[in-house]
Nanobody, 125 residues
Framework: QVQLVESGGGSVQAGGSLRLSCAAS?????????MAWFRQAPGKEREAVAS???????MYVDSVKGRFTIFKDNNENTLVLQMNNLKPEDTAMYYC??????????????????WGQGTQVTVSS
């Protein structure tokens, strides 16, 4: 059973940066699987942020393009989201997710099978 644990959240001012990490334990296929970051703000539905496939290809939602970077450290079984130029609208709980079925990147939460507990990101203006 894959277990995902996020870290790196916190509070920053607008324009600042944060790096989120997601450690995947019990995963022999980490390098091959599709993984992603999602976020959920209070009163809103969970939304995709970025995804990375087993081959390293990536997908981003328009609102974070040019500001966020997703990548994997396959040696450490860790998924990373580097967030720069943060905005107040980026405030949310951020979740790491792994797909047991797909290798190519995707942004549909229904296609992910394992989820972490989340890490809070708060951006003040």
């Amino acid at each position: 059973q894959v277990q995902l644990v996020e870290s790196g959240g916190g509070s920053v001012q607008a324009g600042g940066s944060l790096r989120l990490s997601c450690a995947a334990s019990g995963d022999k296929f980490f390098s091959a699987r599709c993984m992603a970051w999602f976020r959920q703000a209070p009163g809103k539905e969970r939304e995709a942020v970025a995804s990375i496939g087993g081959g390293g290809s990536t997908m981003y939602v328009d609102s974070v393009k040019g500001r966020f970077t997703i990548f994997k450290d396959n040696n450490e079984n860790t998924l990373v989201l580097q967030m720069n130029n943060l905005k107040p609208e980026d405030t949310a709980m951020y979740y790491c997710a792994a797909s047991a079925r797909w290798s190519a990147p995707r942004l549909d939460p229904g296609q992910f099978d394992n989820w972490g507990q989340g890490t809070q990101v708060t951006v003040s203006s």
